[in-house]
């Protein structure tokens, strides 16, 4: 079974903890969210990333593409300025399917 990790602000974590999300990082600072990325990054268990949109655009562009061609973990972005790949896209590259056929 692979883990669910949540980076983001206080208020963006808030509800994944809630529904029971045990990986979540507070980051408050865009060297915190650099810092808890890289530590997800490193973590086998890891299968998927939620990331606030805004703290994906503060990290370093080579780390941002990374993030957006990973499998594994498969990052999705949240919010407002959600760009790159839909949902949809994610899905099928993570899986090999296309769940919506």
Excluded: H
């Excluded at 703290?55 to 790159?84: C, F, H, K, W, Y």
């Amino acid at each position: 079974m692979v883990d669910i990790a949540v980076i983001g602000n206080n208020e963006f974590i808030l509800g994944f903890r809630l529904a029971g999300i045990t990986k979540i990082y507070a980051a408050e600072s865009a060297e915190k969210v650099l810092d808890a990325v890289n530590g997800v990054l490193s973590d086998n268990m890891v299968g998927i990333l939620v990331m606030n949109s805004t703290d994906m655009t503060r990290l370093p562009a080579r780390l941002r593409q990374t993030l957006e061609n990973s499998v594994q973990p498969t990052v999705i972005t949240l919010g407002e300025e959600a760009g790159g790949l839909s949902m949809r896209e994610r899905i099928k590259r993570s899986v090999g399917v296309d769940l919506w056929k």
